[in-house]
């Protein structure tokens, strides 16, 4: 048996302990193999090397957590306990994406949504498929906000197929892209949500923040932009090559779509079904599918959408 102590310094022992030590309960009941021992500020491991070392890289762990919030909730622990077993990265888990524009903190709130700011870490090109309310695209803005505000891109490019979705476009009034914005209303809510009026007024004055039907991409090339195509499974094969080849240097782009709300006309192959077919083993392309269990609407949407799905598979297997 070895034993490992830790020094609680500058923090307040009932933020991080918890009332009665509770929160160090929950740690030991998740090690019962180990001793743990709170006196004073500090804290007394015993037990295997290898379940010492875990137990001290829990404490290490709720350390850094409460240095960056200043208090362990009971469901800090459960977090931390769930992400351990799951491999999953903690610190990802709780890194702030940016702050709203009501000082809401806003991050990635599933395991997947994590998943898909992790893969744009590490490649330009994102593809991010899921059925409505996974946040697909809400955490695809607050990325490209983040990249713009940390200056690692110049501009933001959001972009969407001009397809209608069973309603005309024909009888609107104006030009293509004042025909469309009504559509690209989501990505407007989301920008509302993380930067301020007259801030975002200004980005868009300026086109520091484009909003664009797909249809003005053509011929560009995108430098040091952070680029969103939304609604991909509404663009044709072609448009969707002619998308994916606008990227310049220095940008980053994610594309979102989802494959059971397709509009395109009958017969009509998807550009996005067709990417992700063609692209699935090319280095340096991340492939996120998101699914009901990442849904952060009503609690109901996540019926839904099971619903649904176990419908079409009852049909496909009818057929």
Known sequence: ??????????????????????????VADAFPKSKIISRGNEIRIQGSGTDVLQVNDTINYLLQYY?????????????????NDSKEDFTLKNEILIYGTKGVAIRAK???????????????????????GTGKTYVSVALAVKALKNKQVKKIIITRPAVE??????FLPGDLKEKIDPYLRPIYDALDDMIPSEKLKYYLENRVIEI??????????????????????????????????????DSK???????????????????????????????????????????????L???????????????????
């Open 212 to 249: 664009a039907p797909l249809a003005y991409m053509r011929g560009r090339t995108l430098n040091q932009a952070f680029i969103l195509l939304d609604e991909a499974q509404n663009t044709t094969i072609m448009q969707m090559k002619m998308f994916l080849t606008r990227m310049g240097p």
């Open 301 to 319: 949407v996540k019926s839904i959408i099971n619903a649904y799905n176990k419908k079409d598979t009852n049909f496909s297997n009818k057929i």
């Open 1 to 26: 048996m070895i034993e490992k102590v830790i020094k609680l310094e500058n923090i307040s022992l009932v933020d991080f302990l918890g009332v009665e030590n509770a929160n160090l309960k929950q």
């Open 165 to 170: 979705a069973g309603e005309s476009l024909g």
């Open 110 to 132: 599933s395991a997947n949504q994590r998943l898909l700011v992790k893969s744009v870490l590490e490649n330009d090109l994102n593809f991010a498929i899921g059925p409505a």
């Open 67 to 83: 240095n960056k919030y200043g208090k362990i909730e009971a469901e800090t622990i459960q977090d931390y306990l769930k992400v």
């Open 253 to 299: 782009m994610i594309v979102t779509g989802d494959n059971s709300q397709i509009d395109l006309p009958k017969g009509q192959a998807s550009g996005l079904i067709e990417a992700l077919s063609v692209l699935e083993d090319v280095v340096g392309i991340g492939i996120i599918k998101l699914s009901s269990k990442d849904v952060i609407r009503h609690r």
